[in-house]
């Protein structure tokens, strides 16, 4: 059974850190990439970062780029540190895990496997 596992969430000030984690088991393969993406309340899932199954190959949406560094250190846990966080951040972050195409990587629709999400809500 394949589970992900993020952690890491809370309630900060605008302009500090924070280090989200998200752990994968029973992925039959290694061969996938990670995403996290997020949700706020009203709007729809947006993609964040993603990293491929080497962790050679980063990406990052627009409005985090710069402040948000996605990186694993094995094929089960992968981490997304924010830095200046900022009021707008806030929303329920999701790891997710896909086997398909790197190309794919910002579609919600190329990744198998999602985790429950952690929140984090920052404070101006």
């Known amino acids: 059974q394949v589970q992900l596992v993020e952690s890491g969430g809370g309630s900060v000030q605008a302009g500090v850190s924070l280090r989200l984690s998200c752990a994968a088991s029973?992925?039959?393969?290694?061969?996938?990439?990670v995403g996290w993406f997020r949700q706020a309340p009203g709007k729809e899932r947006e993609f964040v970062a993603a990293?491929?199954?080497?962790?050679?190959?980063t990406d990052y949406g627009d409005s985090v780029k710069g402040r948000f560094t996605i990186s694993r250190d094995s094929a089960k846990m992968v981490y997304l540190r924010m830095d200046s966080l900022k009021a707008e951040d806030t929303a329920v972050y999701y790891c997710?895990?896909?086997?398909?195409?790197?190309?794919?990587?910002?579609?919600?629709?190329?990744?198998?496997?999602w985790g429950q999400g952690t929140q984090v809500t920052v404070s101006s």
């Open positions: 997710a895990a896909s086997l398909k195409a790197w190309g794919s990587r910002r579609d919600r629709s190329a990744y198998d496997y």
């Open positions: 029973g992925l039959s393969s290694r061969l996938y990439a």
């Open positions: 990293i491929d199954w080497s962790g050679s190959i």
